[in-house]
């Protein structure tokens, strides 16, 4: 059996809208919307992942608050884990600095309105369902 790689996915919460990243590349997913996040690297934890790829593509000081319940399998070996996050006092503003080329806030009926990757489809709705859950 193949060992899975963990790709983290922030789903970043700030005044009561989540944050949504429109992929730039590779050309099959370009101009779709995703969960900000990368691949976990061998050694690391996924939270310091996810800490270390919000600096990296969107220049913010971010902290994961809870592991959202799930795990969804992308192309093998890969498979998507999603924490709620929030951005530290301080943090600057997200900037589409790396792997993206749109951000939008969207608020909570406004979720549906961007075209997710095909993957993170359940993903977000499970991450609406624990952000709904914690208030
Ligand atoms: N970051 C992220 N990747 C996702 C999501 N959904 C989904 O199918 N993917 C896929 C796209 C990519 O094939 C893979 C993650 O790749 P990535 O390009 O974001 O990871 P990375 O920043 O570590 O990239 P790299 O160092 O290999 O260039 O997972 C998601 O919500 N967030």
């Not at 359940?122 to 709904?132: D, F």
Request: proline share 10%; glycine share 10%; no cysteine.
């Amino acid at each position: 059996m193949t060992e899975r790689i963990v790709v983290v996915g922030a789903a970043l919460l700030s005044g009561g809208r989540l944050l949504a990243a429109r992929r730039s590349a590779p050309p099959e997913l370009a101009g779709r919307w995703e969960l900000p996040g990368g691949k976990v690297e061998p050694g690391e934890t996924p939270e310091h992942a996810l800490v270390r790829e919000l600096r990296e593509e969107l220049g913010v000081e971010a902290e994961p608050v809870e592991r959202v319940p799930g795990e969804w399998p992308l192309t093998a070996p890969y498979v998507l884990r999603v924490w709620i996050a929030r951005l530290l006092p301080g943090s600057g503003e997200p900037k589409p600095l790396e792997d993206h080329d749109e951000l939008r806030w969207l608020a909570p009926d406004e979720v549906e309105d961007v075209a997710w990757l095909d993957h993170d489809v359940p993903a977000v709705k499970a991450a609406l369902t624990a952000w709904g859950a914690g208030g």
